[in-house]
């Protein structure tokens, strides 16, 4: 197993490792290029975080026989306001990042520090309290709401977690803003999410996530569920609210086009490594690293236009 | 279009479904025409019909109780009124298909060699051990590593882009004058979606086939087509080569699609412009021109007029289903680029 796991170091694939416990003011130096302004009053500080999830052989003896290094040695930051973009591939670890990153994993090492606080082994009450800063929308509109519930109590049910405004027509009446500000009727209170169109259902997950006014909203996958026609929709409603509430926005994508028009800084990812973060324009006019040059050029339409501008 | 007949003719096709809410007009009288070694893209988005059109070419709506009017005119002979024991001589052996899912599209407890080797036997009368041979050769011909090993694998061992190159090969395998690929692409990684594509590029230049592909990505027909139509409410609103298409696209719907698509080399905007609304239902669809609802220029008249797909003045392969005038469109398109 251990051979395994240290394949890559002999190879000499990994660069010289980042020492532990120093906090990480910048990315790690395979990663770090000219073109990248780090934050300077960074809001999410991301430092050398591992997740491998073990895999066992045996059924009464299990052993561990190996490990699926899904997110392996990554740092970087995220500044007050800014929008960051995660781009991979499938498998390349981007969704266990912002896993991590919500605390919705405890990561095998490494560290995230949330406005200053590490929040990577936080429990109970205080990581609830935390919870309410980070949010986060998912890809699927339609098995992230509760088919049984309705919109009213699927936007409300945060409330009710944290024992906010408690009384019924206060509730109401925030659900019902919340509603609003995310461009739906806030007479459809009592309706069912199946009764919603996919882009409409997107919406009712951007209320939930807003509902208790967080700072960090991570979006993975926002509109790779939707229409072509429904995808501007989202992403312009995200941008506004994202300017009115000041928020920092972390949007995980595997589409180029989408991170390149929404995110200040991009970090592409593969194998579980951020393998390129650098500011968006300077990844997409001067992509550096191999991958990101292989990823770009394999858009369609990138190759059409180029013929196109060259002939 | 190229001289002489055309491979393909589809003619006012209308499929519509009976259900329990009332009837779905899937696709509302389309036409169109595949020449020999042409690629025609179908773009729309969920719910306009691209993929209720292209399953009928081949009858694959038929037992799902659809009701299917106009002619699928395929050299000569009308796929529509055809039966089902001469379709079946047609289907994956002159006109074959490439399915969007190739996880549920391949079987899972047989043998991908199998799959592809029933393929064959279906149409060519050769043995077992004759088919398996073309199989191998099939699946390195598709760019597949070590087919001889891998002729013997499950689908469930090979990777998403290998299953869908497992897919072509099949498809491929009694060298069809026609292949309809529904989203070949949609479910794969971007490096593995340009692998695809240019493996489909190279075996239509090779083998000298037809292409419809049907998606609703414009980026992806426009690498491949060479004529595209673009469906919205189960009709075509707009067709016209892919240049001509791009450069000027004549209809709403179409200047829609593109702006509300952000785009990697242009300029950034703040907002993108998505087009209001959502698509609209085919049991009831709206009156007049269908997308007059969701339509920033639509005039009152709109709602009771059916715009006719009509030629331009300047060029007749480009037609479109507007009932703005030509300069009226011309001025618009131009104000907003």
Request: hydrophobic share 40%; proline share 6%.
């Amino acid at each position: 197993m251990s051979r395994r796991m240290d394949r890559r170091s002999w190879q000499g694939l990994e660069g010289p490792p980042t020492p532990r416990g120093v906090l990480c003011t910048q990315a790690t130096e395979d990663t770090a290029r000219g073109d990248e302004t780090p934050p300077a009053e960074p809001l999410v500080e991301v430092c050398d975080l591992v997740k491998h999830f073990p895999t066992t052989r045996g059924i009464v003896f299990k052993r561990e026989i190996g490990a699926v290094k899904a997110v392996d040695g990554v740092s970087f930051a995220v500044g007050r306001g800014e929008t960051l973009g995660i781009v991979g591939e499938t498998g390349c670890g981007k969704s266990t990042t912002a896993r991590l990153m919500m605390r919705l994993l405890v990561p095998t090492s490494g560290s995230v520090r949330f406005d200053g606080q590490d929040i990577t082994h936080l429990k109970g009450s205080k990581l609830k309290a935390i919870r309410r800063e980070l949010q986060m929308i998912f890809q699927d509109p339609f098995s992230s709401l509760n088919p049984r519930k309705t919109v009213g109590s699927i936007v409300g049910e945060p409330f009710a977690i944290h024992g906010l405004h408690t009384d019924r027509t206060e509730r109401r009446g925030k659900v019902r803003e919340l509603l609003d500000m995310v461009g739906l009727n806030p007479e459809h209170y009592n309706r069912y999410p199946h009764e919603f169109s996919g882009g409409q259902r997107q919406r009712i997950g951007v209320a939930r996530a807003l509902a208790l006014g967080p700072r960090l909203l991570i979006a993975d996958e926002p509109v790779s569920a939707l229409d072509v026609s429904i995808q501007a929709q989202v992403l312009n409603l995200l941008r506004e609210l994202q300017r009115e509430m000041g928020l920092t926005l972390v949007l995980i994508s595997h589409d180029l086009s989408v991170v390149r028009h929404m995110c200040d800084r991009v970090a592409v990812m593969r194998e579980g490594k951020i393998v390129e973060l650098a500011d968006n324009e300077a990844l997409y006019s001067r992509p550096s690293h191999p991958y990101t040059k292989e990823l770009l050029a394999a858009v369609p339409g990138a190759r059409r236009n180029r013929r196109t501008i060259s002939g | 279009m190229s001289m002489g007949e055309p491979l393909l003719r589809v003619e006012d096709l209308r499929v519509e479904f009976p259900t329990e809410d009332g009837v779905v007009k899937a696709v509302d009288g389309i036409s169109y025409d595949v020449g020999r070694g042409q690629t025609l893209g179908i773009v729309g988005e969920s719910g306009s019909g691209k993929t209720v059109a292209a399953l009928s070419i081949l009858g694959l709506t038929r037992a799902q109780g659809a009701r299917t009017t106009g002619r699928i005119v395929f050299e000569g002979r009308d796929l529509v009124s055809m039966g089902e024991a001469e379709l079946r001589k047609i289907r994956g052996n002159e006109i074959a298909m490439v399915f969007q899912d190739p996880l549920s599209a391949l079987h899972p407890l047989y043998r991908v060699g199998a799959q592809i080797v029933e393929a064959v036997r279906a149409h060519q009368d050769v043995s077992k051990a004759q088919a398996r041979k073309r199989t191998i050769e099939l699946l390195g011909l598709v760019g597949i590593p070590d087919p001889g090993r891998r002729v013997d694998d499950y689908p469930h061992e090979f990777s998403g882009g290998m299953r869908q190159r497992a897919m072509i090969a099949m498809a491929l395998a009694n060298e069809p004058k026609l292949l309809i690929a529904d989203e070949p692409t949609t479910a794969l990684d971007v490096t593995v979606q340009a692998q695809i594509l240019a493996l489909l590029e190279q075996l239509k230049s090779e083998l000298g086939m037809s292409i419809v592909i049907v998606t609703h990505d414009l980026g992806v027909v426009a690498e491949m087509a060479e004529e595209i139509a673009v469906m919205y409410a189960g009709r075509i609103v707009e067709t016209a080569t892919t240049e001509a298409l791009l450069d000027h696209p004549e209809h709403p719907y179409t200047w829609g699609l593109l702006r509300s698509i952000p785009t990697l080399d242009g300029p950034r905007k703040e907002l993108l412009t998505p087009i209001p609304g959502s698509p609209p239902s085919l049991i009831d669809p709206p009156s007049g021109c269908h997308f007059h609802p969701r339509c920033a220029y639509a005039q009152p008249e709109h709602a009771r007029i059916d715009p006719e797909l009509r030629p331009l003045a300047a060029d007749p392969a480009h037609r479109v289903a507007c009932l703005l005038g030509e300069a009226a469109r011309r001025r618009l398109w131009k104000e907003s680029a």
